[in-house]
């Protein structure tokens, strides 16, 4: 069975200063991997995946994730990071052997201090 | 990506009722999907809507209190039936391709609260 972890509840770094997110999964088959992000009262909003290709993926807003097959890992990075950055951050994983559902990490409050 | 809205946006509704939130998508999708999120967690998968048969649930979901209708191609329904308090969380539809390398994408959601 297909799952994926979010070991920190909330993350906080000040602003300007590198953040990693991080998350760590488990599949059977070939990992398809996505980081959304929710803002307060919004629906989730796509950021990145990483399909097959170039471990590094870039994304939207500056984001990109890194995947680690060896480590079973896909932490989320940004170099420098903004107040506005502040939200909810999902991991997601797909089970690659087949169309399955996607299945959501617990998620992980980002808090970006001036 | 796809334009999606939910209707309502939000409600307050009373134990025992029924609401029916209202998923659109400004073109034509594969699949769509319908999500709770309770409060401070993380996203449950209820249902896919299916197109002309029968909605797919989830374990934990039940066709008799989350009925799903799915019309067409750009329109699903989702009702929470006889609601009670802990039936209070976001509601989430979403749409996607059901390929393998498909990303999903959301709409605003709908905030229920159930006195």
């Known amino acids: 069975a297909q799952s994926v972890a979010q070991p920190e509840d909330q993350v906080n770094v000040a602003e300007g200063n590198p953040l990693t997110v991080k998350c760590t999964y488990s599949?059977?088959?070939?990992?398809?991997l996505f980081w959304y992000v929710q803002y307060p009262n919004r629906g989730l909003q796509f950021l990145l995946k990483?399909?097959?290709?170039?471990?590094l993926v870039k994304g939207s807003y500056g984001f990109e994730a890194e995947f680690n097959k060896s480590q079973t890992s896909f932490h989320l990075k940004k170099p420098s990071a903004l107040v506005s950055d502040s939200a909810l951050y999902f991991c997601a994983v797909r089970d690659g052997s087949s169309a399955s559902k996607i299945i959501f990490g617990s998620g992980t409050r980002l808090s970006i201090r001036p | 990506s796809a334009v999606i809205s939910q209707k309502p946006s939000r409600d307050i509704c009373q134990r025992g009722t029924s609401l029916t939130i209202q998923c659109q998508v400004d073109s034509q999708v594969t699949m769509m999907f319908w999500y709770r999120q309770q409060p401070g967690q993380s996203l449950t998968l209820i249902a896919t809507?299916?197109?002309?048969?029968?909605?797919?649930?989830e374990s934990g979901f039940v066709i008799d209190k989350f009925p799903i209708s799915r019309p067409n191609l750009t329109f699903s329904t989702l009702t929470v039936s006889n609601m009670s308090p802990e039936d209070s969380s976001i509601y989430l539809c979403s749409v996607g391709t059901g390929t393998n390398t498909d990303t999903q994408y959301f709409g605003p959601g709908t905030r229920l609260t159930v006195l």
């Open positions: 809507a299916n197109q002309g048969s029968e909605a797919t649930y």
């Open positions: 990483y399909i097959t290709g170039d471990n």
């Open positions: 599949v059977s088959g070939n990992p398809y």
